[in-house]
């Protein structure tokens, strides 16, 4: 063992936009990898180091099980060596549905119903028979869903109206479009009766009529479409279908506004919330029923399971103990096990994930963490770096990629690369401890010397938006103001309520709010931030004017497709009794296009050379003013590095909600609220952001932002600061008002924080 070495080896490193960089990593340290955006850290520590131990550990299985596992790319690197098995721990926000909770991702869901099984009265015959994902325990009212949501006939229908002066508000149902002549020429009701004067059977036939056939006309007096007829369903039925029956993380943003708009949520009188049946709600454990318990705060339950002394199940409430000690230890302990892991912050979640590995007695692994301080408050990342550090101190190699000065500062040996993003990062420019970067003039050395500086001159509104009495979730009945025409920072630790209040009650009580979130903008592989931004038709025409061919040539979800793959890049092979096999296509190398579309060329390039361009690139390659501008915008928030064909299912939160900013960037007098938009980014990259968000204020808009960075913070118009606590201890107001204010708040955590970081330079805009 002596001569084992105790460092990672690379040499020759290429991948994507690494340039050949040789180093070594020691191994049981904990090593922060640091650059700007797109500066190649996530290329050498996931397409690298994560990928090729994963390829190697699982060369080891036989080809049966391999089949089974991830199927990992060579990571492109001259020689990698002395690596040891690789743990990842992504930074990433859940995407599933509803039914996935807090219990059911850290495996405490199965304990406590086990626990009920064994020990509640009446007991049930089977653990199963306490859930709400099995019919055996779930409310057969609300599917286990424990809330009805249902569009509302007074929002959507104006009564005092008929349906030719328009009585349809719901979006798309204008007087003349198809949608509205399914109803106005039906013949089950007079179209110039106001609906107030509608006959139940009327009201019935419009809501709810089926069984008929409509005649549709266009415009222009031709029938509509292919079809001479289209089949009578009623409105609500017909929007239920079309809007409802879908998740609702899969809707656009444009159909999220509509269902906030139109529909009313309820909680289930069958369950009253509960999500169980009768069965299991009467089934008792000292006093509460199982989803009484889940609804528990977890540090309120871990005191709750020390009553449980049954010899059958005081083991299980032991077990489920350790679980929910760790949950407490990483500074989660406001979560219930109730609570929808759709609403956790990429954060939370991958704070989550860590459960298993802190009750590991493995040693030798090496753990890489994903921007783990994201979305934490000051003194949650203080409480993540105690975490890293015992798992290092177990005798395994700890690899972070984060730009917190916090993580930054713990770390035993940083190595940052850049100096730029793209194609002008990718080299190594430091390897050493934290008092060495100092010395040095890198961007990261830069942004730690740099103080955080304190806005002197914000900017002053006389007219505010006004959020009264706000209850939802674990809010107390608040009153927030929010200037209009400013910048306002919402602060506090994770847990306080933050987003409830700007992403839950402020768009509800002014539903013209538009939210831009970290969510994923495209649903497919087809999706690029070339076709996001609009611009990828632009680029299809100019090279059809230059090869006077069809436009369609140069789509790969059209006539340029491969023939092969259909222009998806891959072929998935089914296996009979595993899982199938998915390869890049032979035919295309991946490309998506067809021989034919890649032989023609603009200014020498075909139209895959020009995706795989940079946007920085390309805004020097093409000479279309609506093509630079657009290209332009996405240059301007930082993301000059990304590549026009690169997959949108590949970026970031951080990036995503950038891409989103950019499409608003021309706007004026609009009210913009964004959850936690430093995510992932350097410093660097929080300045130009914070100069993008004035410039947007200057424009008439008004910017309203949930953040933990005290740059952020301090550069504020206007401060709203939550707490104290998480959970039930927060959802209180401490401070409204300039951030100068905020230092003499004796009760805000975020103060001292603040306090810390700041030298007060004026600051003149």
Same mark, same amino acid.
């Given at each position: 063992m002596s001569?084992?070495?105790?460092?990672i080896?690379?040499?020759g490193a290429?991948k994507n936009n690494?340039?050949?960089?040789?180093?070594?990593?020691?191994h049981?340290?904990?090593?922060v990898f640091?650059?700007?955006s797109?500066?190649?850290?996530?290329?050498?520590v996931f397409?690298?180091?994560?990928?090729e131990?994963?390829r190697?550990?699982n060369?080891?299985?036989?080809?049966?099980v !391999?089949?089974?596992?991830?199927?990992?790319e060579?990571?492109?690197?001259?020689q990698?060596d002395?690596?040891t098995?690789t743990?990842?721990i992504?930074?990433r926000?859940?995407t599933?549905?509803?039914?996935?909770?807090v219990?059911?991702?850290?495996d405490c869901?199965?304990?406590?119903?086990?626990?009920?099984s !064994?020990?509640?009265s009446?007991?049930?015959?089977a653990?199963s028979a306490?859930?709400f994902?099995?019919p055996q325990?779930?409310?057969p009212a609300?599917?286990g869903?424990g809330?009805?949501?249902?569009?509302d006939p007074?929002?959507?229908l104006?009564?005092?109206?008929s349906?030719?002066?328009?009585?349809?508000?719901f979006?798309?149902?204008q007087v003349?479009t198809?949608?509205w002549?399914?109803?106005a020429?039906?013949?089950?009701?007079d179209?110039d009766?106001p609906l107030c004067e509608?006959?139940p059977?009327?009201?019935n036939?419009?809501?709810?009529g089926?069984g008929i056939?409509?005649d549709?006309t266009n415009?222009?007096?031709k029938?509509?479409?292919?079809?001479?007829k289209l089949t009578y369903e009623?409105?609500?039925d017909?929007?239920t279908?079309?809007?409802?029956?879908?998740? !609702?993380?899969t809707?656009?943003?444009a159909?999220q506004r509509?269902?906030?708009?139109f529909?009313?949520?309820n909680t289930?009188?069958?369950c009253?919330?509960?999500?169980i049946?009768d069965?299991a709600?009467r089934s008792l454990?000292h006093?509460?029923?199982?989803a009484?318990?889940?609804?528990?705060?977890?540090?309120?339950?871990a005191?709750f399971?020390?009553?449980?002394?049954?010899?059958?199940?005081k083991?299980?409430?032991?077990?489920?103990q350790?679980?929910?000690r760790?949950?407490i230890?990483?500074g989660?302990?406001?979560l219930q096990?109730?609570?929808?892991?759709v609403?956790?912050?990429g954060?939370?979640a991958q704070?989550l994930?860590?459960?298993r590995?802190?009750g590991?007695s493995?040693?030798?692994?090496?753990?890489?963490?994903?921007e783990?301080?994201?979305?934490?408050?000051?003194?949650d990342v203080e409480?993540?770096?105690?975490?890293?550090l015992?798992l !290092?101190?177990?005798?395994n190699?700890?690899l972070v990629?984060?730009h917190n000065?916090?993580?930054?500062?713990?770390a035993d040996?940083?190595?940052e690369l850049?100096?730029?993003a793209g194609?002008?990062g990718?080299y190594l420019?430091?390897q050493?401890?934290?008092d060495?970067?100092?010395?040095?003039?890198?961007?990261?050395?830069?942004?730690l010397?740099?103080?955080?500086t304190?806005?002197?001159?914000p900017r002053?509104?006389?007219d505010?938006?006004?959020?009264?009495?706000?209850r939802?979730?674990?809010?107390?009945?608040?009153?927030a103001?929010?200037?209009?025409?400013a910048?306002?920072?919402v602060?506090?630790?994770a847990?306080?309520?933050?987003?409830?209040?700007i992403?839950?009650?402020l768009p509800h009580?002014f539903?013209?709010?538009?939210?831009?979130?970290?969510?994923?903008i495209?649903?497919t592989?087809?999706s690029?931030?070339a076709?996001?931004i609009g611009v990828?038709d632009?680029?299809?025409?100019?090279f059809a004017?230059?090869?006077h061919?069809?436009?369609a040539?140069f789509?790969s979800?059209?006539?340029?497709a491969c023939p092969i793959?259909?222009?998806?890049?891959?072929?998935k092979?089914e296996m009979?009794?595993m899982?199938?096999?998915?390869?890049?296509?032979?035919?295309?190398?991946?490309?998506?296009?067809s021989?034919?579309?890649?032989?023609?060329?603009?200014?020498?390039?075909?139209?895959?050379q020009v995706?795989?361009?940079t946007?920085e690139?390309?805004?020097?390659?093409f000479?279309q003013?609506?093509?630079?501008?657009?290209?332009s915008?996405?240059h301007?928030?930082?993301?000059?590095?990304?590549?026009?064909?690169q997959?949108?299912n590949?970026?970031s939160?951080?990036?995503?909600?950038?891409?989103?900013?950019?499409?608003?960037?021309?706007?004026n007098?609009?009210?913009y609220?964004l959850?936690?938009p430093t995510?992932?980014?350097?410093?660097?990259?929080?300045?130009?952001?914070l100069?993008?968000?004035?410039?947007?204020?200057c424009?008439?808009?008004?910017?309203?932002l949930?953040?933990h960075?005290?740059?952020v913070i301090a550069?504020?118009?206007?401060?709203i600061d939550?707490?104290p606590?998480?959970g039930?201890?927060?959802?209180?107001?401490l401070?409204q008002g300039?951030?100068?204010?905020l230092?003499q708040?004796?009760a805000?955590i975020?103060?001292?924080?603040?306090?810390?970081?700041?030298?007060?330079?004026?600051?003149?805009?």
């Amino acid at each position: 063992m002596s001569d084992q070495p105790n460092f990672i080896l690379i040499s020759g490193a290429y991948k994507n936009n690494l340039k050949g960089i040789s180093l070594r990593i020691p191994h049981n340290k904990l090593v922060v990898f640091a650059g700007i955006s797109g500066s190649g850290k996530s290329s050498l520590v996931f397409d690298s180091i994560a990928a090729e131990a994963g390829r190697q550990l699982n060369d080891t299985y036989p080809l049966y099980v !391999r089949n089974h596992l991830p199927h990992y790319e060579p990571s492109d690197t001259e020689q990698i060596d002395h690596l040891t098995p690789t743990i990842v721990i992504q930074q990433r926000q859940f995407t599933g549905d509803i039914r996935s909770t807090v219990g059911t991702m850290t495996d405490c869901a199965p304990l406590l119903r086990l626990l009920f099984s !064994r020990c509640a009265s009446p007991r049930l015959p089977a653990s199963s028979a306490y859930s709400f994902n099995d019919p055996q325990g779930m409310c057969p009212a609300c599917s286990g869903l424990g809330k009805t949501v249902a569009f509302d006939p007074d929002r959507i229908l104006d009564r005092s109206k008929s349906l030719n002066e328009g009585a349809i508000l719901f979006p798309g149902h204008q007087v003349g479009t198809y949608q509205w002549q399914l109803y106005a020429h039906s013949g089950l009701y007079d179209p110039d009766k106001p609906l107030c004067e509608f006959t139940p059977q009327e009201w019935n036939d419009l809501l709810h009529g089926s069984g008929i056939t409509v005649d549709i006309t266009n415009k222009t007096g031709k029938i509509w479409g292919d079809s001479y007829k289209l089949t009578y369903e009623g409105l609500l039925d017909r929007i239920t279908r079309l809007y409802l029956n879908r998740e !609702r993380n899969t809707q656009s943003a444009a159909n999220q506004r509509i269902l906030r708009t139109f529909t009313c949520e309820n909680t289930c009188t069958a369950c009253h919330g509960t999500r169980i049946n009768d069965a299991a709600r009467r089934s008792l454990l000292h006093g509460y029923n199982i989803a009484d318990v889940s609804d528990m705060e977890i540090t309120e339950l871990a005191s709750f399971l020390e009553q449980i002394t049954d010899p059958i199940g005081k083991p299980l409430a032991q077990q489920l103990q350790r679980i929910l000690r760790h949950i407490i230890d990483m500074g989660l302990g406001y979560l219930q096990l109730s609570r929808p892991s759709v609403t956790l912050s990429g954060g939370e979640a991958q704070r989550l994930k860590m459960i298993r590995h802190l009750g590991s007695s493995l040693t030798g692994l090496t753990y890489v963490f994903d921007e783990p301080s994201a979305g934490l408050h000051p003194k949650d990342v203080e409480r993540l770096s105690r975490l890293l550090l015992r798992l !290092r101190d177990r005798g395994n190699t700890i690899l972070v990629v984060d730009h917190n000065r916090q993580i930054l500062q713990m770390a035993d040996e940083i190595i940052e690369l850049g100096p730029g993003a793209g194609c002008n990062g990718g080299y190594l420019i430091f390897q050493g401890d934290t008092d060495a970067l100092l010395q040095q003039d890198t961007p990261t050395a830069q942004s730690l010397r740099r103080p955080v500086t304190l806005n002197a001159a914000p900017r002053v509104s006389d007219d505010f938006l006004h959020v009264t009495h706000a209850r939802l979730h674990n809010l107390k009945d608040i009153h927030a103001r929010f200037p209009l025409h400013a910048l306002t920072v919402v602060s506090g630790v994770a847990g306080c309520g933050k987003s409830s209040l700007i992403c839950g009650e402020l768009p509800h009580r002014f539903p013209d709010v538009h939210i831009i979130s970290q969510a994923p903008i495209g649903l497919t592989s087809r999706s690029t931030p070339a076709t996001y931004i609009g611009v990828m038709d632009e680029i299809r025409r100019a090279f059809a004017r230059a090869n006077h061919v069809s436009a369609a040539l140069f789509s790969s979800n059209s006539k340029g497709a491969c023939p092969i793959c259909g222009g998806k890049g891959t072929i998935k092979t089914e296996m009979a009794f595993m899982d199938p096999i998915i390869m890049p296509c032979e035919a295309c190398g991946g490309s998506r296009y067809s021989s034919e579309a890649l032989q023609y060329t603009l200014h020498g390039k075909n139209i895959l050379q020009v995706l795989r361009m940079t946007v920085e690139e390309a805004i020097d390659f093409f000479d279309q003013p609506q093509i630079q501008e657009k290209l332009s915008l996405l240059h301007r928030i930082g993301l000059g590095y990304l590549t026009l064909g690169q997959s949108t299912n590949t970026l970031s939160g951080g990036e995503c909600q950038r891409i989103k900013l950019a499409s608003h960037l021309q706007e004026n007098g609009q009210i913009y609220v964004l959850d936690e938009p430093t995510t992932g980014l350097h410093a660097k990259d929080i300045a130009l952001l914070l100069t993008l968000l004035d410039e947007m204020v200057c424009r008439g808009n008004t910017m309203i932002l949930a953040d933990h960075s005290t740059d952020v913070i301090a550069h504020a118009d206007w401060v709203i600061d939550m707490g104290p606590g998480a959970g039930k201890n927060g959802g209180s107001i401490l401070f409204q008002g300039p951030p100068s204010d905020l230092l003499q708040c004796k009760a805000s955590i975020t103060a001292s924080y603040l306090q810390k970081d700041l030298t007060y330079t004026s600051v003149s805009r």
